[in-house]
């Protein structure tokens, strides 16, 4: 297609140039040819017009392209930065409420984040991101917004591990709120709390808030350890079977406060 254009646009050109005279019958040829090519070289005319066309826009299009990655990236930029003061924000309100606990315990204590649990599975705990550097001593209670942890069972320079009240080794002191009915906080292999050594003739229900009695020397008396899901009777024991909802969802934990004051004994009747 271009050879025989080329070779036409020749043959014209030569026409052309051997057909300009005056003898109006010596031009004829060179007009009849300039009509024929006039389709020919407009089409060629029009195709380097779209090609010059094509190649701006695509050029135009490779800018505009580049132009997008760059607002993408600097839209992920704004939205991580927007998500990190979020979280600023959400720790704060936390560290916030901490506080508040603190001072309504009248005790003093030192804030701590959640940095790892046990990796083996054998038994129930946290690590934490304080240790004796910061006054922290093993046997101390730890508690969250929401209830109690647990106690410190292993702690050095900068961290220390918490042994949680659902891990079946553990063992708190507690009472019924409503009906005082005083048992032992445990937990249980599979999951939950159980609370043992109810007295059958006591008036458990399920809702009942447990708390803590302060008898143990560790924790506070009155720090909420859950409420009553389940009560039954059954078997020939002596004792009801009480199964108690923690108030902690442990596996979402990611802050606590230590607190670094023994609390004194305290000394309860059965129904005071």
């Known amino acids: 297609m271009v050879l025989t254009s080329g070779l036409l646009l020749l043959f014209a050109l030569h026409l052309l140039s051997t057909g300009v005279r005056p003898d109006a019958r010596a031009s004829k040829p060179s007009l009849v040819l300039m009509e024929a090519l006039k389709p020919l070289l407009t089409v060629e005319s029009d195709m380097a017009d779209e090609g010059s066309d094509f190649l701006h826009n695509y050029f135009d299009l490779v800018g505009v392209r580049q132009d997008n990655l760059h607002l993408q990236q600097q839209l992920a930029q704004l939205e991580g930065q927007q998500r990190r003061m979020a979280e600023l924000e959400a720790e704060n309100r936390h560290l916030a409420d901490l506080l508040e606990l603190r001072e309504a315990l009248a005790t003093t204590a030192i804030a701590a984040n959640v940095i790892g649990s046990d990796a083996t599975g054998l038994s129930r705990t946290l690590m934490l ?144």
């Open 129 to 272: 991101s304080a240790g004796d550097l910061q006054g922290v001593q093993r046997g101390m209670a730890v508690i969250s917004i929401d209830g109690v942890v647990g106690k410190l069972i292993a702690v050095s320079h900068d961290a220390a591990r918490v042994l949680l009240i659902s891990d079946h080794n553990s063992a708190l002191d507690a009472f019924d709120q409503r009906s005082r009915a005083r048992g032992i906080i445990a937990g249980v292999v599979e999951d939950g709390l159980v609370m043992k050594y109810v007295d059958r003739s006591e008036d458990v229900k399920p809702g009942d808030m447990i708390v803590t009695s302060g008898m143990d020397g560790i924790f506070a008396r009155g720090l909420l350890v859950g409420t009553v899901a389940r009560v039954s009777q059954e078997g020939p024991g002596l004792f009801l079977n009480v199964e108690v909802k923690a108030a902690v969802n442990f596996r979402e934990l990611e802050q606590v406060m230590i607190l670094t004051a023994r609390p004194a004994v305290a000394t309860m009747q059965a129904n005071g």
